[in-house]
T-cell receptor, first 113, second 111 residues
Framework: DVKVTQSSRYLVKRTGEKVFLECVQDMDHENMFWYRQDPGLGLRLIYFSYDVKMKEKGDIPEGYSVSREKKERFSLILESASTNQTSMYLC????????????FGPGTRLTVT | QKEVEQNSGPLSVPEGAIASLNCTYSDRGSQSFFWYRQYSGKSPELIMSIYSNGDKEDGRFTAQLNKASQYVSLLIRDSQPSDSATYLCAVPPKSNYKLTFGKGTLLTVNP
């Protein structure tokens, strides 16, 4: 069974704080992804990583950074949280080779006040 | 044209009926197609994958793929209230390990 875990289910932070969201997968997947999901906007890709220390911007990278120091762990960093970053954050992983199905973690509901 | 489009819904069906969810995609080179189920407040869960033209059945779920028409559908037979969720269609563009997700269709099964 694929297992993707995220560090928190719910998180409340203040504007301007630095926020770390962590994701760990135990299936030796090469690819890892961070999405945010907002009502009416669907899933939007923030960043992804296809190997340790490798990262690529997704569709909405502004205001975020990522870190992948180990294969199983992919962190999303909000350098200075803002209220428009209040959202559900979802981590996913997949194998490098096709067919590329992704497995999601439980999600982190982040509220920035 | 949006890359992956789903019937916007919401879709409401009575218990025991067949629910039909539809998805079209724009990249003719796509080779694999996925359906995810997402309950309210939860994360997406992979429920069906299909790679070849035709039908693929798994219990009450049937995925149908027509690459010529760039169309993939999900049929849920004998719908149950527990099937009430948002269903997301996802397609990786050719030679790309990212997935493009549709916006989802909210299905409600009424007892």
């Amino acid at each position: 069974d694929v297992k993707v875990t995220q560090s928190s289910r719910y998180l409340v932070k203040r504007t301007g704080e630095k926020v770390f969201l962590e994701c760990v997968q135990d299936m030796d997947h090469e690819n890892m992804f961070w999405y945010r999901q907002d009502p009416g906007l669907g899933l939007r890709l923030i960043y992804f990583s296809y190997d340790v220390k490798m990262k690529e911007k997704g569709d909405i990278p502004e205001g975020y950074s990522v870190s992948r120091e180990k294969k199983e762990r992919f962190s999303l960093i909000l350098e200075s949280a803002s209220t428009n970053q209040t959202s559900m954050y979802l981590c996913a992983s997949s194998l490098r080779a096709g067919p590329y199905e992704q497995y999601f973690g439980p999600g982190t509901r982040l509220t920035v006040t | 044209q949006k890359e992956v489009e789903q019937n916007s819904g919401p879709l409401s069906v009575p218990e025991g009926a067949i629910a039909s969810l539809n998805c079209t995609y724009s990249d003719r080179g796509s080779q694999s197609f996925f359906w995810y189920r997402q309950y309210s407040g939860k994360s997406p869960e992979l429920i069906m994958s299909i790679y070849s033209n035709g039908d693929k059945e798994d219990g009450r779920f049937t995925a149908q793929l027509n690459k010529a028409s760039q169309y993939v559908s999900l049929l849920i037979r004998d719908s149950q209230p527990s099937d009430s969720a948002t269903y997301l269609c996802a397609v990786p563009p050719k030679s790309n390990y990212k997935l493009t997700f549709g916006k989802g269709t909210l299905l409600t099964v009424n007892p």
